[in-house]
């Protein structure tokens, strides 16, 4: 079972930056689109931003448009969320995940974010 791993969250004051990495041992990752999703207490897992296999397309949640930037460096089998004035509404534990088309699927573990002053 491959198991992505994310480090990189924690407490983090209103309007202050963040940077999340998901490290994907085990597959080709240029072959995979990678996600980012969040899933904030009492609510469903929503999709924060994708991006394509070169890294050459992002897409964003409307909410997440220009503070946050997804990235990826396939050299470094590494995909990042980069988050910039952070509101307490972004307080959740963020989800790394790897999809090749419908056949192969992969998340990480989750890392918690939390936005407090």
């Known amino acids: 079972q491959v198991q992505l791993v994310e480090p990189g969250g924690g407490l983090v004051q209103p309007g202050g930056p963040l940077r999340l990495s998901c490290v994907t041992p085990?597959?080709?990752?240029?072959?995979?689109?990678m996600r980012w999703y969040r899933q904030a207490p009492g609510k469903e897992r929503e999709l924060v931003a994708t991006?394509?296999?070169?890294?050459?397309?992002?897409t964003y949640a409307d909410s997440m448009k220009g503070r946050f930037t997804i990235s990826r460096d396939n050299a470094k089998n590494t995909v990042y969320l980069q988050m910039n004035n952070l509101k307490p509404e972004d307080t959740a534990v963020y989800y790394c995940?790897?999809?090749?088309?419908?056949?192969?699927?992969?998340w990480g573990q989750g890392t918690q974010v939390t936005v407090s002053s």
């Open positions: 995940n790897a999809r090749y088309y419908t056949l192969f699927d992969y």
């Open positions: 085990g597959f080709t990752f240029s072959n995979y689109v």
């Open positions: 991006i394509t296999r070169s890294g050459g397309t992002t």
